[in-house]
């Protein structure tokens, strides 16, 4: 959108006076910060009205890779003006090496982005070998994440259920495992956070094998011993 539609948007929104916070999810920080001209944050500003009204970035950093003093330059811009950016980063093969996510979260915080969700990766069978098993992402907030200080590791692990919501992975009465299949594939049952609320079923997931995943990673050259202590992760 040019300027003047996203003026237009946020005039409408802001008209609102139930509307407290105006969260806007983009990925232009990370792949075309230039685009955070100081007339476009000057928009956004103006409608920065705390505590009536907040404006809020979410954007998706998936790696160290991605930030470029450009993509600095444009979060500064944004926080100078009092607003917020946040990071939901998706747990790839890549980004789920030891200690990549680690270094990202610190990375983010020098710049000025808070870490706020680390979402389990889903897709189609054609994205499957970028796929990371559930107990790789517990592994990794409990051998890594917890190395730094806590306002680093603000972000939440997550598994986004359809139907039923984000599952925060670390809560057992969030899901549970129901079985292995020959495969090796782990098979969870998980439970949406309002089931006293609303009669919701619970939804099923066959997670990636932690076999193919270690082989995948031992065929990028990792050494597959440093992830040993996975399998005693549910």
């Known amino acids: 959108m040019n300027d003047g539609q996203v003026e237009a948007l946020l005039n409408a929104l802001s008209s609102k ?3 407290y916070r105006i969260r806007i999810g983009t990925r232009t920080p990370v792949v075309l910060p230039i685009r955070f001209t100081d007339n476009l944050v000057e928009i956004l500003a103006e409608h920065h009205k705390p505590p009536e009204r907040e404006i809020a970035l979410v954007t998706h950093f998936e790696h ?23 990071n939901q980063q998706v747990f790839t093969v890549e980004n789920s090496r030891r200690f990549e996510t680690a270094k990202l979260r610190r990375d983010l915080k020098a710049i000025g982005v808070d870490p ?9 069978e054609e994205t499957r070998r970028y796929m990371v098993p559930i107990a790789r992402i517990l592994q990794e907030r409990k051998e890594e994440a917890r190395l730094l200080p806590g306002l680093d590791r603000t ?9 039923l919501g984000k599952n925060h992975l ?12 020959p ?3 782990r098979v969870y049952e998980f439970h949406p956070w309002e089931k006293n609320i609303s009669a919701v079923p619970p939804y099923n997931y066959i997670d990636v ?4 995943y270690l082989e995948e990673l031992a065929s990028r050259g990792e050494n597959i011993r440093d992830y040993r202590t996975i399998w005693y992760y549910y």
């Open 209 to 212: 094998p932690i076999y193919d």
């Open 17 to 19: 006076t139930q509307v």
């Open 116 to 124: 706020y969700y680390n979402f389990n990766m889903k897709g189609k």
């Open 170 to 181: 670390r809560a057992w009465q969030d899901h549970r495992l129901v079985m292995i299949l």
């Open 64 to 86: 160290s890779y991605e930030i470029t003093p450009d993509a600095l330059e444009a979060v500064q811009k944004i926080r100078r003006h009092g607003m917020s950016v946040y």
């Open 183 to 185: 495969t090796g594939s």
């Open 155 to 163: 972000d939440e692990s997550v598994f986004n259920v359809p139907r």
